[in-house]
């Protein structure tokens, strides 16, 4: 009886992962299915994106990229990838994160088992997509002329923690999802607005002394300016991004993920009876 009560901790941690992993697998092999391109789109969709910023912002409008330094790349459209990628993966994750729990309501309901894994399988299978396209961005950086190889590291551990930020909050959307299904709406709309006061689009410069004093605050403390910052530092000027961005970083990451699981683990209690 001892040893059984030592190892029903065990097994479950194990059984989750098993579990976690074949969920996982389920979503890379059913998100292309039937389609003629399959994964090419997880190409094309940014690509599309980039295209249609660069031409609007880059020659309409006449945007400059700023010179990289000390990389000395100057690109609009390599400059806006590497904060459009980042902000994709956030949106994926979370969008895809927020439906979990409706788009598994018969498996919810009738089977016992940690519900938070299915975010994090629909996190995961955001990773891998945005592996790919951060492989495509690194090769044709360093075609720009930006060596951020040493920096690579760093992008890495960028990417884990803008993982746990995007799914710290997609627990939250899940959980409250259940109880209230207009959040997928609201969620698009404050996507919008999130985005465009995002500097993603325009360098961030563009907004001193434009803007009051209180608005360049929001802009400061806006976590995905962080994280685009970050990226932009690491790839594309090629440095280091800073221990204060970093640590920004990983404060927000470790934050999302307590606040979100904390409302997830309250709400997950009655979501068979919602659902």
């Known amino acids: ?50 295209a249609i910023y660069t031409f609007v912002f880059g020659h309409l409008f006449q ?29 994926l994750v979370t969008n895809l994160g927020m439906n979990s729990m409706l788009s598994n309501a018969a498996l919810v309901r009738k089977v016992a088992f940690p519900r938070e894994v ?19 961005l690194t090769v044709a950086l360093l075609i720009g002329g930006s060596i951020f190889l040493p920096w690579l590291p760093v992008v890495l551990v960028q990417m884990v923690l803008l993982t746990l930020f995007a799914s710290g909050i997609a627990l939250a959307l899940a959980a409250g999802n259940v109880y209230f299904r207009d959040l997928g709406y609201l969620w698009q709309i404050f996507g919008q607005i ?3 006061i995002t500097p993603i689009v325009y360098t961030p410069s563009i907004i001193e002394g434009r803007v009051p004093a209180w608005t360049e605050w929001i802009w400061k403390l806006n976590p995905m300016a962080v994280f685009g910052q970050g990226f932009r530092r690491s790839m594309y000027d090629g440095k280091f991004a800073g221990w204060s961005n970093l640590g920004a970083c990983a404060l927000v990451a470790v934050l999302s993920m307590l606040i979100g699981w904390t409302i997830f683990t309250k709400l997950s209690r009655r979501f068979a009876e919602e659902l």
């Open 194 to 196: 999130w985005f465009f």
């Open 118 to 136: 299915l975010v994090f399988s629909n996190s995961l299978h955001g990773v891998v997509q945005f592996s790919i396209e951060m492989g495509l």
């Open 1 to 50: 009886m001892a040893i059984n009560s030592v190892l029903a901790p065990v097994k479950r941690v194990a059984g989750a992962h098993e579990l976690l992993w074949n969920l996982t697998l389920r979503e890379l092999r059913t998100k292309y299915r039937k389609s003629v391109l399959g994964w090419t789109w997880s190409m094309l969709n940014p690509l599309a994106t980039v």
């Open 63 to 91: 945007a400059q990229a700023p010179v990289g330094d000390p990389s000395g790349v100057m690109s609009f459209a390599l400059y806006l990838l590497c904060a459009l990628l980042p902000w994709n993966f956030f949106m």
